[in-house]
């Protein structure tokens, strides 16, 4: 295999995907239990769950200097180890509120950092041939990790007997997080460094000894002289930032990088999966593990999307699968909308859900970081990745936050019958589709050649 080491390195960082989606599993599938041990009333029970993603926004906003100044694969490390710190935590002290809280939140910020640092790493040591296909490991590997979250909480809270029992069975649940985090951490120490961060830091020897290791047909000379051109230029007037905030280019990278992360959130994910439960209750029998295998369900088919992106990606490019995706997305959506204002559940209905959360994650799900860190030419890349970061938890916050406020509303409930969440993020949706129109394709473009598309050359 001509590239297996590139190939290996991205397949370990991408599997922060998986500790995200256990985490997912088992914050889900133990929340019930977390709120009764600390008597938590509503708003103190959507904090509690929150709390991990205000976290994951201040591990973003440090994203360019750790990056930058210790490189990615030390700031995937840095990350890992914050997460293992937050889930030992749980467990040890998760007894008392202040310290879960506390802890929960450790977690999320060295969530957020992975998160932002990760998608800047696969995008440098990639060959430009499969990087669409390396960039879409970290959302498959959520959905594996969604699935073994679940299943994990599900099998372990059956095994207790006794209410007080299942209480507590919470803390040994975050205790397996641990575990996953730890070994996942271990294998990080076994991943290549960045050559394009050697080059960053004027560092040729090592760069070029990573280059032979990963890409054995790349001449390493040719590679440092075309990145020379656009992002060591000594000179500010020809240095690609000079040359994109003269130009206005800047604003454009910075707004893609703000729809792309914030509409990939504002589009109904999060209210799909929290709302299908009400949908499939009122269309199949309720029994006491309809919740567990819906959420298995779920996890298929989040886990079978990102594996089609996977595959497709570098065949039919970023804009095609965002195109059919977005369109998928938003039309799902809507056909739900409108038979939730007539009343009317049908295994349609069902069918949709799945349809959504199947184009959601071959599509924007998958793409929307890889996509972010192609386009951002190399010096700009931790701070454009951590920026969508920070845009990505604000909104999945805001939507979090939001969603029982829209869903609850006396007045839209009178107008729209129930349906208010499902129209509000179909338009949501469209609007990305919109916008798709505008962004370049990156398939199978250098990094030199996606630097130039920023430069003044063009104009």
Same mark, same amino acid.
């Given at each position: ?14 599997? $922060? #995907?998986?500790? +995200? ?5 088992? *914050?889900?599938? /133990?929340?019930?239990?977390? =709120? ?72 999320? $910020? #060295?969530?957020? +950092? ?5 998608? *800047?790493?696969? /995008?440098?040591?990639?060959? =430009? ?331």
């Amino acid at each position: 295999m001509k590239y297996k080491k590139a190939i290996i390195s991205a397949f370990i960082a991408g599997s $922060a #995907g998986f500790v +995200l989606g256990y985490d997912m599993g088992i *914050s889900g599938g /133990t929340i019930n239990n977390v =709120s009764t041990h600390f008597n938590l009333n509503s708003a103190w029970e959507g904090f509690a769950l929150s709390v991990f993603i205000v976290g994951a926004v201040l591990g973003s906003l440090f994203t360019k200097r750790i990056n930058d100044d210790f490189g990615r694969k030390k700031a995937l490390i840095i990350g890992t180890v914050l997460m293992l710190v937050g889930a030992l935590g749980v467990y040890i002290f998760g007894d008392k509120f202040k310290y879960f809280m506390f802890y929960r939140g450790i977690a999320g $910020a #060295g969530m957020g +950092l992975l998160f932002s640092s990760e998608p *800047s790493y696969v /995008t440098e040591i990639s060959p =430009s041939s499969i990087r669409g296909g390396l960039g879409s490991i970290l959302q498959f590997t959520t959905g594996i990790g969604i699935i073994v979250g679940y299943s994990v909480t599900f099998i372990m809270l059956k095994e207790v007997n006794t209410i007080q029992d299942n209480n507590w069975m919470w803390k040994t649940i975050y205790g397996t997080e641990a575990i996953i985090v730890g070994i996942y951490l271990m294998f990080l120490f076994y991943i290549v460094n960045s050559p394009v961060w050697f080059l960053l830091k004027k560092k040729d020897d090592e760069a070029i000894k990573v280059m032979k290791e990963i890409w054995p047909d790349i001449d390493p000379q040719k590679f440092i002289a075309a990145h020379s051109s656009y992002s060591r230029n000594d000179d500010e007037t020809k240095n690609i930032e000079h040359q994109m905030e003269k130009s206005g280019k800047l604003k454009k990278l910075i707004f893609i990088a703000f729809f792309m992360s914030a509409l990939t959130e504002l589009c109904g994910i999060n209210p799909l999966i929290y709302y299908s439960s009400d949908i499939f209750r009122k269309i199949m029998p309720e029994g006491p593990d309809t919740a567990f295998y819906q959420s298995i369900i779920n996890g298929l088919f989040f886990t079978v999307g990102s594996l089609i992106s996977m595959l497709t990606v570098d065949k039919f490019g970023r804009k095609t699968l965002l195109f059919v995706g977005t369109f998928i997305m938003s039309t799902s959506l809507f056909i739900i909308g409108i038979h939730i204002y007539m009343n009317s559940y049908s295994m349609l209905l069902v069918y949709l859900v799945y349809l959504f959360i199947f184009s959601y994650n071959f599509s924007a799900g998958a793409i929307r970081f890889l996509y972010i860190g192609e386009l951002s030419p190399t010096p700009l890349r931790a701070y454009t990745l951590g920026f969508a970061g920070i845009i990505n938890w604000i909104s999945d916050f805001l939507v979090s936050w939001t969603l029982p406020i829209i869903a609850n509303s006396i007045f839209l409930n009178r107008i729209l019958k129930g349906s208010s969440i499902f129209f509000i993020y179909s338009i949501f949706g469209f609007i990305f589709f919109i916008l798709v129109f505008t962004i370049p394709e990156t398939k199978g473009k250098s990094l030199h050649e996606l630097s130039k598309y920023w430069s003044l050359e063009d104009d």
